[in-house]
């Protein structure tokens, strides 16, 4: 049995697996491109002790869905994994991966970086970080949804 597209989960991922299954019996794919982020110790100048993630079940994988319907749409995927992480994370946890396979590896390293792009800034995440003044929530970048305007997408989320 296949995997899910979308996993939102508080549990760590392995890389390796994960890419394995991606892959698995399917002799079309000639690339394999995956991006893995992980929680910074400083943002914004200050230091970062955790982070704390939330999203609502249900729309939060509804909408990275359609993210990924639309990459399948753009660009010739043969198969894609999106996992990210909620609840709390510790400096140098890993939070998000996303896997892309393709025939060539043009296409797969695009899509997975459109993939991350879109992500930043339309997945439903809300971030709150705890910081030597105290707990804050992080706030949607400028750079965020510039990153998606090189795609042809307009955001306004900063």
Same mark, same amino acid.
């Given at each position: 049995?296949?995997?899910?597209?979308?996993?939102?989960?508080?549990?760590?991922?392995?890389?390796?697996?994960?890419?394995? &299954?991606?892959?698995?019996?399917?002799?079309?794919?000639?690339?394999? /491109?995956?991006?893995?982020?992980?929680?910074?110790?400083?943002?914004? $100048?200050?230091?970062?002790?955790?982070?704390?993630?939330?999203?609502?079940?249900?729309?939060?994988? %509804?909408?990275?869905?359609?993210?990924?319907?639309? &990459?399948?749409?753009? =660009? &010739?995927?043969?198969? *894609?994994?999106?996992?990210?992480?909620?609840?709390?994370?510790?400096?140098?946890?890993?939070?998000?991966?996303?896997?892309?396979?393709?025939?060539?590896?043009?296409? &797969? =390293?695009?899509? /997975?970086?459109?993939?991350?792009?879109?992500? %930043?800034?339309?997945?439903? =995440? @809300? %971030?709150?970080?705890?910081?030597? $003044? $105290?707990?804050? @929530?992080?706030?949607?970048? *400028?750079?965020?949804?510039?990153?998606?305007?090189? @795609?042809?997408?307009?955001?306004?989320?900063?």
């Amino acid at each position: 049995m296949n995997a899910p597209r979308v996993s939102i989960q508080p549990h760590d991922f392995d890389l390796s697996a994960e890419v394995s &299954a991606l892959r698995a019996g399917d002799a079309r794919v000639g690339a394999v /491109c995956a991006f893995v982020g992980t929680v910074r110790d400083r943002n914004d $100048g200050q230091a970062v002790s955790t982070m704390e993630l939330e999203h609502y079940p249900g729309m939060t994988e %509804k909408a990275i869905e359609a993210m990924i319907d639309f &990459a399948h749409q753009r =660009f &010739a995927l043969h198969g *894609v994994r999106v996992i990210h992480r909620v609840g709390p994370l510790q400096p140098q946890d890993q939070i998000v991966l996303v896997a892309v396979t393709s025939a060539h590896r043009g296409q &797969a =390293f695009q899509a /997975c970086e459109f993939l991350m792009d879109y992500l %930043k800034t339309q997945a439903p =995440f @809300w %971030k709150k970080e705890q910081t030597p $003044g $105290g707990a804050r @929530w992080v706030d949607a970048r *400028v750079s965020d949804d510039a990153a998606l305007a090189r @795609w042809g997408i307009a955001a306004s989320n900063a």
